[in-house]
C-alpha cells in the first residue's frame, strides 16, 4: 500500500525534456517514487492517504547545485566601491573580497554561522529547493575550514534538504602563504582531516589568474580521489585558464562559472560529459559583459545546469527562481534550458541524478506543486513565485 497519492496533478517529470506527461498520479512509498499513472487508465491507485493537486503542475524538487551560502556578515560596502568603479579583482587585492569573509567567518562558532545562514536557505527551500550543495572557503585553515563543512553537515541535519557538502579550501591564498606552501597545507592537512571525520561529499578550487592553476589542481584532484571526493572546478570566470577541458578530461563532474571558454574547452566537456554550470546571478551582480558561450555549449551537446552562486561577494541572491529567470535574460536559455538546468542537469552536477532532479519511478519523492499555466511561466515571472506545496522524501514540507 502507498503511502500518499497526489492526483489530478498536471505533472511534467522533467527526465528528458520540459514535457507534460500523459499520466496524472503520482505514489509515494517509502520516501520514493513508487508509481507513475494515468487515473483515468488505471484508476486511482491505492494509498493510506490522498493528495488532490486540483490541476496544478507538479514538478521536481529544485536543486541549486552551486552555492556559498554559508558565510558570517556581509560586503555591501564592495557592492558600493564596485558601482562606483572598482573591480572585483581590484576589491580582492586591497584586501576585501574572499579575505573579507574568512575575517567574519574565523571571528564566530559553528552555530552563530548556522544562524547567520539559515534565513537564506530558508529563502531557497520557500522557493521549492529540495538539494543545495553548500561550499566551505572562507576558512582558509584547517581550523575554520572544519568548522564551516560542520555547520554544513548540521544543516542537513536541521532542515528539510539534501545537503551536498564541498571542501573549497583552494578557494584563495592566504596572503601570507605561497600559492604552493599553502596548496601544500590543502592537501597534506585538512584534506585528510575532513574525509577522516567525512565532512565531505566533493572538492572544488577556483582556478583563476587571481588564484590557482590548472597545476594545483591537478594535485588536489588527485589527492581527493584517493579519498573517493567527486570534483567541480570555478573555471574561465575571470579569464580564460582553459581550466574547464583540464579539469573535465581529469574527471571533473561539473565545470562552473565558463564566461570565458572557448570551442577547445566546451569539446573537452563534451567528450568526458561533464556538466556546464552556469551562474547568471554572479554575471548579474558584478554586471559583467562577457557571457558564457552558450552556442557552443549547445553545438556539442554539454549539458548545462543553473544555479545561484549565493555568497557575500559576487552573488548575495538567494534565490534559484532570480538565477532561473537571469539565465533566460541575460545568456539567452530556453525556457525548458534553464527548467533543466535547476532540475536533472543539476542533480547530474551534483553526481545525484540517480536520485533526485525528476520525477521518475525509484528516485527520491522530493517534488513541488505550483499554481501556475506552465513551467515556463517560472522563467516569465520575476518574483513573487512561490510553490503551493513542497515534498521531501514523501512528507509535506509546510511551505
Ligand atoms: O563563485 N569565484 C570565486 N568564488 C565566488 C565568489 C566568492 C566571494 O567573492 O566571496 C564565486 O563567484
Ligand atoms: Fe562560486
Known amino acids: 500500500m502507498n503511502d500518499l497519492v497526489i492526483h ?25 517514487i513508487n508509481e507513475i499513472s494515468d487515473k483515468g487508465k488505471t484508476g486511482l491507485l491505492p494509498a493510506k ?69 539559515l534565513p537564506r536557505i530558508q529563502n531557497l527551500q520557500s522557493e521549492g529547493v529540495t538539494t543545495i550543495e553548500i561550499k566551505s572557503g572562507y576558512g582558509l585553515n584547517l581550523e575554520n575550514e572544519i568548522k564551516m563543512l560542520r555547520a554544513i553537515r548540521k544543516i542537513n541535519k536541521l532542515l528539510a534538504l539534501n545537503v551536498v557538502s564541498t571542501f573549497l579550501g583552494a578557494h584563495t591564498i592566504p596572503k601570507e602563504l605561497t600559492e604552493q606552501e599553502y596548496l601544500n597545507d590543502v592537501i597534506t592537512n585538512m584534506l585528510p582531516n575532513i574525509a577522516a571525520e567525512d565532512l565531505a561529499d566533493a572538492v572544488d578550487i577556483f582556478n583563476e589568474h587571481i588564484a590557482f592553476s590548472n597545476e594545483s589542481m ?43 571558454l572557448e ?8 567528450k568526458n560529459k561533464t ?3 552556469l551562474l547568471p546571478s554572479a554575471f548579474y551582480f558584478l554586471q559583467e559583459t562577457k557571457k558564457p558561450p552558450i552556442d557552443l555549449l549547445r553545438k556539442h551537446k554539454v549539458a548545462m545546469a543553473v544555479a545561484t552562486d549565493t555568497n557575500p561577494g559576487t552573488a548575495p541572491i538567494p534565490s534559484i527562481l532570480t538565477a532561473l529567470h537571469l539565465s533566460v535574460h541575460l545568456f539567452n536559455l530556453s ?39 506552465n513551467p515556463d511561466f ?17 512528507n509535506a514540507r509546510s511551505n
Not at 572546478?233 to 574527471?251: I, K, M, P, Y
Not at 570551442?263 to 563534451?270: F, L, S
Open 8 to 32: 489530478n496533478a498536471r505533472l511534467y517529470p522533467m527526465s528528458h525534456n520540459c514535457e507534460r506527461s500523459t499520466a496524472n498520479q503520482i505514489a509515494i512509498l517509502n520516501g520514493k
Open 275 to 277: 556538466i556546464a554550470v
Open 49 to 117: 492517504e490522498y493528495y488532490d493537486a486540483e490541476g496544478a503542475c507538479l514538478l521536481p524538487g529544485l536543486v541549486d547545485c552551486h552555492t556559498h551560502i554559508v558565510f558570517s556578515g556581509d560586503r555591501s560596502h564592495e557592492h558600493t566601491m564596485r558601482i562606483t568603479g572598482a573591480s572585483y579583482a581590484d576589491i580582492h587585492a586591497a584586501g576585501g573580497g574572499i579575505h573579507a569573509s574568512v575575517k567574519a567567518v574565523s571571528a564566530v562558532s559553528v552555530d552563530e554561522l548556522i544562524r547567520q545562514s
Open 263 to 270: 570551442e577547445h574547452g566546451a569539446k573537452a566537456m563534451a
Open 335 to 373: 525556457p525548458e534550458e534553464a527548467l533543466m538546468g535547476i532540475t536533472l542537469n543539476a542533480a547530474k552536477a551534483l553526481g545525484l541524478d540517480s536520485h533526485c532532479g525528476s520525477l521518475e519511478i525509484g528516485k527520491q519523492a522530493d517534488m513541488t506543486l505550483w499554481d501556475i499555466p
Open 378 to 394: 517560472l522563467c516569465y515571472q520575476l518574483g513573487g513565485i512561490y510553490p503551493k506545496n513542497v515534498w521531501f522524501k514523501g
Open 218 to 260: 591537478q594535485k588536489l584532484f588527485t589527492a581527493a580521489k584517493k579519498y573517493n571526493l567527486k570534483t567541480r572546478v570555478h573555471a574561465e570566470q575571470l579569464s580564460n585558464q582553459r581550466a574547464a577541458a583540464f579539469a573535465s578530461e581529469l574527471g571533473a563532474l561539473s565545470a562552473d562559472h565558463l564566461e570565458y
